[in-house]
């Protein structure tokens, strides 16, 4: 019943599944994107294939070409295709044409090397009168020979040779002829690792381009993500205490599987469900569990993350929700945290309501036929009662389930439920009515982690779970981490401190002892305070605390609140008791600023102790965001109480002085005390100070 979700993927893990939700991720991330970057997707995941296919094809073709290459038989003889080294290679004078025109040949060589795609590097080797001339024709002479090649005289003797085939000594030789033609090489040779750069930077733009739109995609459902019925653990019958709530998603579910019916009966708004109530109370698991049962994929994303500091972010990554969740037509979008969503609109700024606007867009009652049939649930801490909400977004909910803490029968099922889930670690025959009692106002959350935590204290103790342990961990959950260390060695601060505690402690047993008669069982199990400590609180920096349950009367009497401040004022009053007015402190703070807001309360808002019954605190914003002071017959009637009921708390505490002294030592020797050992040396006290008067009394009777 906590109010985090804890699904954890339990659906199958097959490769055909992981497949199906990595295609179905794709297309939410591409149902999301704008025009551009769907048009860039679509035409590199074209390219890629098709690039693929192209490549392949000139694989296989060339390799088709070098079989038949070898396969073919040369007309002239194998020497036909070699070059000869036996004839002395010597640099051509003019150019290669003009020497072709003016000079018998005997046999034209072309050593060429492929440079890239289309283009490569030639030398022309002309075999005349017992010499070959070596040349390195332009671009120019380069189209020119190629073209008289076809019909020159000369063209039955032309051989192309690639470089790659030369021999150890022929290589020798083009190594000096490109030393010398290194400066009169054509342009193709540039154009040639221009291309092949072009090349590798048309590659890397492809590859950075799938990088980013893989980043993208990564991001994106970290934050939006669906999650399968099949991937929500556990079911609805494990959220124990909470039937009239589970009814009302009952409600939830009938109507969305039977919405036909329901549209004959004139029902057709659209499943905006909002859920209202404390954190801790299941908001989130029973959002998780309808969709499981309605076998549905629901989205949770967190409100307070709609804002990305961006102008319209919230609103753009709405949209984008909305875009997600019409793919699939039948859905649930779950949005968490969503009370800043709900405060009334109408901010400084035109771009302060965006968000709120498009929600109040998406959550709209207008729909067309083919629209999706999603279920948007937005849940808050607050309701209407709690906060001041924006009365559009209210109207766009009929359905509003509000969530609650749980009652005291409610507590004992969850703490049982959870304790059943390590039974074989319990001991058994607990006795829970305390540890329910402790946690008088606290969540199924709060529940859940001290039973978790007297778990890990049972671990580490190398024992089983019992009462004991199950109090230290409601006491390491609600009151927080404690230690001695720091009041050890400050013996005066100790002193203020129990002195101040049984302050608090003495006005309120004093109570007890008047409505029960001094029953002393009945004010053992009707006491709120359940431990007095002189450990030290980091959590609040309190040197010393009372560890108390709640009360569970929710009407109070004008006498219930007088009880609460003057148990408020006595840990004060005993300080000035023992120490003077000078010796007072300032760990009186947090009691004064309660005892302010009782009174305020009593007077201000609920008119006692004046004629009039009338609300003032109603009075302290007036709707445009300003305040008003307190009236100065609300602040006089409130200090006269204030100074009666301290006078009263401090006549009582001077007739309890010794007991005081008394208690202060044995609580600083024990460092602390529960209620049964209070009580037990409380009632040691009156017992040896009834047998003292009483010896005290039969010795003035033998004397006189």
Same mark, same amino acid.
């Given at each position: 019943?906590?109010?985090?979700?804890?699904?954890?993927?339990?659906?199958?893990?097959?490769?055909?599944?992981? *497949?199906?939700?990595?295609?179905?991720?794709?297309?939410?991330?591409?149902?999301?994107?704008?025009?551009?970057?769907?048009?860039?997707?679509?035409?590199?995941?074209?390219?890629?294939?098709?690039?693929?296919?192209?490549?392949?094809?000139?694989?296989?073709?060339?390799?088709?070409?070098?079989?038949?290459?070898?396969?073919?038989?040369?007309?002239?003889?194998?020497?036909?295709? &070699?070059?000869?080294?036996?004839?002395?290679?010597?640099?051509?004078?003019?150019?290669?044409?003009?020497?072709?025109?003016?000079?018998?040949?005997?046999?034209?060589?072309?050593?060429?090397?492929?440079?890239?795609?289309?283009?490569?590097?030639?030398?022309?080797?002309?075999?005349?009168?017992?010499?070959?001339?070596?040349?390195?024709?332009?671009?120019?002479? &380069?189209?020119?020979?190629?073209?008289?090649?076809?019909?020159?005289?000369?063209?039955?003797?032309?051989?192309?040779?690639?470089?790659?085939?030369?021999?150890?000594?022929?290589?020798?030789?083009?190594?000096?002829?490109?030393?010398?033609?290194?400066?009169?090489?054509?342009?193709?040779?540039?154009?040639?690792?221009?291309?092949?750069?072009?090349?590798?930077?048309?590659?890397?733009?492809?590859?950075?381009?799938?990088?980013?739109?893989?980043?993208?995609?990564?991001?994106?459902?970290?934050?939006?993500?669906?999650?399968?019925?099949? /991937?929500?653990?556990?079911?609805?019958?494990?959220?124990?205490?909470? %039937?009239?709530?589970?009814?009302?998603?009952?409600?939830?579910? %009938?109507?969305?599987?039977?919405?036909?019916?329901?549209?004959?009966?004139?029902?057709?708004?659209?499943?905006?469900?909002?859920?209202?109530?404390?954190?801790?109370?299941?908001? &989130?698991?029973?959002?998780?569990?309808?969709?499981?049962?309605?076998?549905?994929?629901?989205?949770?994303?967190?409100?307070?993350?709609?804002?990305?500091?961006?102008?319209?972010?919230?609103?753009?990554?709405?949209?984008?929700?909305?875009?997600?969740?019409?793919?699939?037509?039948?859905?649930?979008?779950?949005?968490?945290?969503?009370?800043?969503?709900?405060?009334?609109?109408?901010?400084?700024?035109?771009?302060?309501?965006?968000?709120?606007?498009?929600?109040?867009?998406?959550?709209?009652?207008?729909?067309?036929?083919?629209?999706?049939?999603?279920?948007?649930?937005?849940?808050?801490?607050?309701?209407?009662?709690?906060?001041?909400? %924006?009365?559009? @977004?209210?109207?766009?909910? /009929?359905?509003?389930?509000?969530?609650?803490?749980?009652?005291?029968?409610?507590?004992?099922?969850?703490?049982?439920?959870?304790?059943?889930?390590?039974?074989?670690?319990?001991?058994?025959?607990?006795?829970?009515?305390?540890?329910?009692?402790? &946690? #008088?106002?606290?969540?199924?959350?709060?529940?859940?982690?001290?039973?978790?935590?007297?778990?890990?204290?049972?671990?580490?103790?190398?024992?089983?779970?019992?009462?004991?342990?199950?109090?230290?961990?409601? #006491?390491?959950?609600?009151?927080?981490?404690?230690?001695?260390?720091?009041?050890?060695?400050?013996?005066?601060?100790?002193?203020?401190?129990?002195?101040?505690?049984?302050?608090?402690?003495?006005?309120? *047993?004093?109570?007890?002892?008047?409505?029960?008669?001094?029953?002393?069982?009945?004010?053992?199990?009707?006491?709120?305070?359940?431990?007095?400590?002189?450990?030290?609180?980091?959590?609040?920096?309190?040197?010393?605390?009372?560890?108390?349950?709640?009360?569970?009367?929710?009407?109070?009497?004008?006498?219930?609140?007088?009880? %609460?401040?003057?148990?408020?004022?006595?840990? @004060?009053?005993?300080?000035?008791?023992?120490?003077?007015?000078?010796?007072?402190?300032?760990?009186?703070?947090?009691?004064?600023?309660?005892?302010?807001?009782?009174?305020?309360?009593?007077?201000?808002?609920?008119?006692?102790?004046?004629?009039?019954?009338?609300?003032?605190?109603?009075?302290?914003?007036?709707?445009?965001?300003?305040?008003?002071?307190?009236?100065? #017959?609300?602040?006089?009637?409130?200090?006269?109480?204030?100074?009666? *009921?301290?006078?009263?708390?401090?006549?009582?505490?001077?007739?309890?002085?010794?007991?005081?002294?008394?208690?202060?030592?044995?609580?600083?020797?024990?460092?602390? @005390?529960?209620?049964?050992?209070?009580?037990?040396?409380?009632?040691?006290?009156?017992?040896?100070?009834?047998?003292?008067?009483?010896?005290?009394?039969?010795?003035?009777?033998?004397?006189?």
């Amino acid at each position: 019943m906590s109010d985090e979700s804890n699904s954890r993927p339990a659906g199958p893990t097959s490769p055909w599944h992981r *497949l199906r939700k990595s295609a179905g991720r794709l297309q939410d991330w591409f149902a999301i994107q704008s025009s551009l970057i769907k048009f860039l997707v679509v035409a590199i995941a074209l390219l890629i294939p098709l690039s693929g296919i192209y490549s392949l094809m000139l694989v296989q073709k060339r390799a088709v070409l070098a079989d038949e290459v070898k396969a073919m038989a040369v007309a002239g003889g194998a020497g036909v295709w &070699t070059f000869d080294e036996s004839v002395p290679v010597v640099l051509g004078s003019g150019s290669v044409l003009g020497f072709l025109d003016a000079n018998p040949v005997e046999r034209v060589t072309v050593i060429y090397e492929p440079l890239m795609w289309n283009l490569s590097e030639r030398i022309i080797l002309v075999q005349s009168q017992g010499q070959q001339h070596a040349y390195y024709p332009s671009d120019l002479e &380069t189209k020119i020979f190629a073209d008289r090649a076809v019909s020159a005289p000369w063209s039955a003797r032309l051989a192309f040779i690639p470089r790659a085939e030369l021999g150890e000594g022929a290589l020798k030789v083009f190594e000096r002829l490109d030393q010398r033609f290194a400066n009169g090489r054509p342009r193709s040779a540039d154009d040639g690792w221009r291309s092949a750069a072009s090349g590798v930077l048309s590659g890397a733009l492809m590859l950075g381009l799938l990088a980013f739109l893989f980043l993208q995609l990564r991001g994106q459902f970290k934050s939006l993500k669906f999650i399968e019925p099949g /991937q929500v653990s556990g079911t609805i019958d494990e959220l124990v205490g909470m %039937d009239d709530i589970k009814a009302e998603v009952a409600q939830i579910k %009938d109507q969305y599987e039977r919405r036909a019916l329901y549209a004959e009966y004139g029902i057709r708004k659209p499943f905006n469900v909002m859920f209202s109530g404390p954190a801790g109370t299941g908001k &989130t698991k029973l959002a998780s569990y309808l969709a499981k049962e309605l076998k549905l994929p629901i989205l949770f994303h967190s409100a307070a993350n709609l804002e990305t500091g961006f102008v319209a972010g919230g609103a753009n990554t709405l949209n984008r929700i909305v875009s997600m969740a019409k793919r699939r037509k039948r859905c649930i979008v779950f949005l968490d945290e969503a009370q800043d969503l709900f405060m009334k609109r109408g901010g400084r700024r035109k771009f302060d309501d965006d968000t709120a606007n498009t929600l109040l867009a998406v959550l709209d009652g207008v729909r067309s036929k083919d629209e999706a049939e999603i279920i948007w649930i937005v849940a808050s801490n607050f309701n209407s009662q709690t906060m001041q909400m %924006d009365e559009a @977004m209210l109207r766009r909910f /009929q359905m509003k389930v509000d969530f609650r803490l749980p009652n005291r029968e409610e507590r004992l099922a969850i703490i049982e439920h959870y304790l059943a889930q390590r039974a074989d670690k319990v001991l058994p025959g607990l006795d829970l009515s305390h540890l329910v009692g402790v &946690t #008088e106002g606290r969540s199924p959350a709060d529940l859940e982690t001290i039973v978790n935590q007297a778990g890990i204290t049972a671990v580490q103790a190398g024992e089983m779970i019992g009462a004991d342990t199950l109090m230290q961990a409601a #006491e390491r959950v609600l009151v927080g981490n404690v230690n001695s260390n720091t009041t050890d060695e400050r013996e005066r601060d100790r002193r203020i401190i129990a002195v101040h505690e049984w302050g608090h402690f003495l006005v309120d *047993l004093q109570r007890e002892r008047e409505v029960t008669n001094d029953d002393w069982d009945r004010i053992l199990a009707d006491m709120k305070t359940i431990k007095i400590s002189l450990k030290a609180i980091p959590r609040s920096n309190a040197l010393g605390f009372v560890f108390h349950k709640q009360g569970t009367n929710l009407l109070k009497t004008k006498g219930d609140i007088e009880h %609460d401040v003057r148990v408020l004022l006595g840990g @004060m009053a005993n300080e000035e008791l023992f120490f003077g007015e000078d010796g007072t402190t300032n760990g009186a703070h947090n009691d004064i600023t309660r005892v302010t807001q009782l009174l305020h309360h009593a007077v201000g808002e609920m008119g006692m102790y004046r004629k009039t019954r009338l609300n003032f605190g109603a009075l302290t914003n007036d709707g445009q965001g300003g305040s008003r002071a307190l009236d100065e #017959e609300t602040r006089s009637i409130m200090e006269a109480q204030s100074e009666r *009921l301290y006078g009263e708390t401090k006549a009582l505490l001077v007739e309890l002085k010794p007991l005081t002294e008394f208690l202060a030592d044995k609580l600083l020797e024990a460092g602390e @005390m529960n209620l049964d050992e209070a009580l037990a040396q409380i009632r040691r006290f009156e017992e040896a100070r009834a047998a003292a008067v009483a010896g005290k009394g039969t010795r003035l009777s033998a004397a006189g």
